[in-house]
């Protein structure tokens, strides 16, 4: 190899000093060919090969393997031909008798001519990326692993996350709800992968059908919905990156929260706050190149969507309603009518005929039951006898006053005492648990053992006024006569007591 200053004197001699190649060739004992391509290139040009050498062993294999790479474009990323696995299977199948290392060469170089090209886009204002991305975490001192809905704003890079227990159709709307609040506006657009929460199928020629709650929620806001090619991430890069962004930023360490609201106020800070900083290649903050985002948003409906989804069912015989394989309770009354099931994100609204008639915290178990007790006790007025075996009313944590209220009751009258007793339960339907024990304490301490009692001192306590029973209802409480006091009395009491003062020798 030659040096750049034996280029630089000999090109100087033969071009400046007009010193001929022939004796150049013998003044610095180069050959006149090196000469003459010293003369081409003012720096060693280095080493260059114009095509790679064919392999004698591997080049009547190459259209096979070539064959083999092209198949598997086609076929599960874990599942493709590794170099070594061709490798074998030229020993084996073809007789192959060359090393590894220019079967591994060649599909190395095979694979890089294969790979895609990509070209750099250019964003305008107004228009957004949403995707989920899935991570762990510990909520209420339980590890679980969360999902995440992200909504970019490619323009400014703006951001948005919210943090769901399972990616669902109604947390994908709800998702959209909350950054379209946290943002102050709806996009013009918004680029999506081909999800099935919004892309029920697509048919021939590309064609998206879009499933039913995205149909709504999409007429609600009235955005644009662009959609990737399948499998191809790189559409929709942008929130492709801060997907993986606030996994390493937000959630590393671990996040550890009491629940999901704390958890999502926690990242609501974390997205205000990345909006102070200065991306590569601006000058700028995110939040001030939001503003021109802002500018093109679409304004907000007058309320929000309603982010649920909806299925039409009836209730079983057991006053049940069944919704994604769990079963939420209704009142009684209900009993085999035709309902409307609400499944939001944290809960499960049961209506009948326009009128929401139970709430629960939805369930994300599978096969689970949901109870609320005071659903059951109309019904277990009427069936007493069932009421220690009543699996609605297990858990069910009563103040100890309502246990011993039972047993006085059940002692004094009996089946009617534990019917009576239900009643006092069924307080709690009208008031609240609290307000209801400490009738109850209070009727203990008075010794009006009884449901009439309860419920006066109830509603005294609530009006504020002193509580005046009747003891007429109550016949098994001990009676008590009080007479009319007569003023001779009280002289005829003064009389005795002198006259047994003398008595004594005391004078009077």
Avoid at 269 to 283: D, E, F, N, P, V
């Amino acid at each position: 190899m030659f040096t750049v200053e034996l280029y630089a004197r000999i090109r100087r001699a033969v071009m400046v000093d007009g010193v001929s190649r022939r004796e150049a060739a013998v003044r610095f004992g180069v050959h006149r060919n090196t000469i003459t391509k010293m003369l081409q290139y003012s720096v060693p040009p280095g080493y260059r090969r114009r095509d790679r050498p064919a392999s004698k062993k591997l080049g009547p294999q190459m259209a096979w393997i070539d064959a083999i790479l092209e198949v598997d474009r086609g076929v599960h990323r874990k599942q493709r031909h590794t170099a070594q696995r061709i490798f074998e299977r030229l020993r084996d199948e073809r007789g192959f008798s060359g090393g590894y290392t220019i079967v591994r060469e060649y599909v190395a170089e095979a694979t890089s001519r294969c790979r895609e090209m990509f070209v750099p886009l250019s964003h305008r204002p107004g228009h957004a990326q949403a995707d989920f991305g899935e991570a762990d975490g510990f909520i209420a001192g339980k590890k679980v692993r969360f999902h995440y809905f992200c909504m970019d704003l490619p323009h400014s890079d703006g951001c948005f996350v919210k943090a769901y227990p399972a990616e669902t159709a109604e947390a994908f709307c709800d998702g959209h709800v909350a950054a379209f609040a946290f943002f102050g506006g709806v996009p013009q657009s918004i680029l999506y992968d081909n999800t099935r929460l919004a892309v029920a199928r697509i048919v021939k020629g590309g064609e998206r059908l879009r499933s039913h709650m995205f149909s709504e929620l999409q007429s609600h806001y009235l955005f644009n919905d662009r959609f990737g090619r399948p499998g191809k991430g790189n559409d929709k890069g942008k929130v492709e990156g801060l997907v993986g962004y606030v996994r390493r930023n937000f959630m590393t360490p671990l996040p550890v929260e009491d629940s999901f609201d704390a958890l999502n106020a926690r990242f609501a800070r974390a997205c205000t706050r990345r909006g102070q900083a200065i991306l590569r290649g601006h000058t700028s903050t995110i939040t001030e190149r939001m503003r021109a985002d802002l500018a093109a948003f679409m304004p907000l409906p007058p309320a929000p969507y309603d982010a649920c989804h909806k299925v039409a069912t009836r209730v079983s015989s057991l006053s049940l309603v069944r919704y994604r394989n769990n079963d939420y309770s209704v009142p009684t009354r209900y009993g085999h009518q035709e309902v409307l099931a609400k499944g939001y994100v944290g809960r499960v609204e049961i209506a009948c005929r326009g009128e929401t008639v139970a709430s629960h915290i939805r369930s994300y178990e599978t096969a689970d039951f949901i109870y609320n007790p005071l659903h059951y006790l109309s019904l277990l007025e009427h069936k007493s006898k069932a009421l220690d075996q009543a699996a609605p009313l297990d858990g069910w944590v009563l103040a100890e006053c309502i246990h011993r209220l039972r047993r006085l009751m059940e002692t004094r009258m009996g089946n009617a005492g534990r019917r009576e007793f239900i009643q006092v339960l069924r307080l709690m339907e009208d008031f609240r648990q609290h307000e209801v024990e400490q009738a109850v304490t209070e009727a203990l301490r008075l010794g009006a053992i009884s449901f009439d009692a309860v419920k006066m001192l109830l509603l005294a306590k609530l009006e504020n006024r002193p509580a005046r029973l009747d003891l007429t209802f109550y016949p098994y409480l001990p009676a008590a006569t009080v007479g009319t006091t007569d003023p001779r009395a009280y002289l005829g009491l003064v009389a005795s007591s002198r006259s047994v003062s003398v008595t004594a020798g005391v004078p009077a």
